[in-house]
């Protein structure tokens, strides 16, 4: 079993940064492709970004390429998304996701076998 804490998110104006953290409990975490995905009220989730469990592949959605990115510390049992150049359109509650250890990347969250509670991010214009 594996659980997922979110942290780093609160208010930020447009153009400005945050750092949202992950940390995983369980053995398996460096075997795990990790994954960031948001959601609107309204709305579905969202891929945002994640990150291969060995070879460290990234995939992003095309409207956070360039301005966020995704990484892992498998000492720390922790990935990360540094979020800049923050845009009002980025206000979410921002998941965590992990898949079972071993298995690809993907950007499908039902794929996606464990969930952090979320963290809100709010982007002020």
């Known amino acids: 079993q594996v659980q997922l804490v979110e942290s780093g998110g609160g208010l930020v104006q447009a153009g400005g940064s945050l750092r949202l953290s992950c940390l995983a409990s369980?053995?398996?975490?460096?075997?795990?492709?990790m994954g960031w995905f948001r959601q609107t009220p309204g709305l579905e989730r969202e891929f945002v970004a994640a990150?291969?469990?060995?070879?460290?592949?990234?995939y992003y959605r095309d409207s956070v390429k360039g301005r966020f990115t995704i990484s892992r510390d498998n000492a720390k049992n922790t990935v990360y998304l540094q979020m800049n150049s923050l845009k009002p359109e980025d206000t979410a509650v921002y998941y965590c996701?992990?898949?079972?250890?071993?298995?690809?990347?993907?950007?499908?969250?039902?794929?996606?076998?464990?969930w952090g509670q979320g963290t809100q991010v709010t982007v002020s214009s």
């Open positions: 996701a992990a898949k079972s250890a071993g298995m690809g990347l993907t950007t499908t969250q039902s794929t996606y076998n464990y």
């Open positions: 369980g053995r398996t975490f460096s075997r795990s492709a």
């Open positions: 990150i291969s469990w060995s070879v460290p592949i990234t």
